[in-house]
């Protein structure tokens, strides 16, 4: 990719290679429920839900929430979803303008599309997204009980590659990150890639079949044009510059999924999928654990779990709480999240009670 965007010719596209991405594109503007057969279906992508998310999810009597935002979120959240097009853009033109540079080029496969009469006939598609999605059913034993659970899992990743040399295909997924180049790396540095992350390429896995993934991550902050790491206009921690050479504002993980790695995945999904088709015949939401709360701010039912905590859940998080600020947890990241979640209920009761 960095031999690609250095190249003067990737300022240019092939009106070709543009038309057929377009096209392509356009074939699956296309609304395709899931098959209506009962089965919890995770998606690929959404692998990392709390447990009481997931139920609310697949309740159809309870509706994700829809609320005015911040606009910069809603910026935010276009200009990733325009980033990633345009990058796979880029990705079909690789080959073309790398020549046999390119190692990773865009797999492709065959599909069938019927003419103006109704005739099908045959066309290649670059494998990635819509086209690429499949939906797979599996049969995993639940962890604690053993017993057998049924559940789904679609995919559509960002994309497959060939691998040249070797002809190896490997799964992509490409991530924008909006916190800045510093922050980026330093958290890419000590961690890796996110967990949730690799969470979601081991489902890709599981679908596809195939057992290598790639994961980039781009910050959308940039480097200053030229070497700021001299210019005294900008403090030391917003240099975007660091021993001559631009921060990277691109990183790229390489992930072997494992089958301990799948088979764990198996199970908590069969754990998951049996709380929810426990709820259907009339049992419990799951409670809300500290764990859960790490997640609470992307979720759409975030209101409606407030609401619907029931008084013993809240007593034990109060007391779990009170435990954590009187010990060295006080005001780290888990206790901030747990003290919002806390008075995100207390909100909501005392509207309750106005």
Known sequence: MDAYYASPKSSFYDDGLTRRF?????????????????LVTFGASGTALCDRQLVFKNDRATKAEKSADLPFRGRQRRQGTAIVDYVQLDLVHA??????AAKFTMAER????ADERGYPYEIAEWDFEDAAQERRVFEAPHPETGELVKFAITAKPDGKFVYEPDGSRILFEYKTKASGLRAMNGKLDFKGAQAEHI??????ALVFELDEAL?????TQKPAWFDDTENASVTKGQKTWADRRPRPDLRAFY???TDEMKTA??????????????????????DVTVEMTDSCGFCQFRDHCARTLTDE?????????????ASQMAGKAEHRRLVAFLNGVETKRTEATA
Request: no cysteine; aromatic share 8%; hydrophobic share 35%.
């Open 255 to 257: 992930v072997k999924v």
């Open 265 to 286: 995945l198996l199970a908590d999904l069969a754990r998951q999928a049996a709380l929810v088709y426990e709820q259907r015949e009339g049992g419990p939401v799951p």
């Open 95 to 100: 080959q073309k303008r790398l020549g046999r």
């Open 22 to 38: 377009l096209e392509q594109k356009l074939r699956y503007l296309r609304y395709e429920p899931y098959p209506d057969d009962g």
């Open 199 to 204: 969470r979601q390429v081991t489902a890709e």
């Open 110 to 113: 065959t599909t069938m599309v």
């Open 215 to 219: 994961i980039v991550y781009e910050s």
């Open 313 to 325: 859940n809240y007593a034990q998080l109060k007391r779990i709480e009170g435990a954590m600020a």
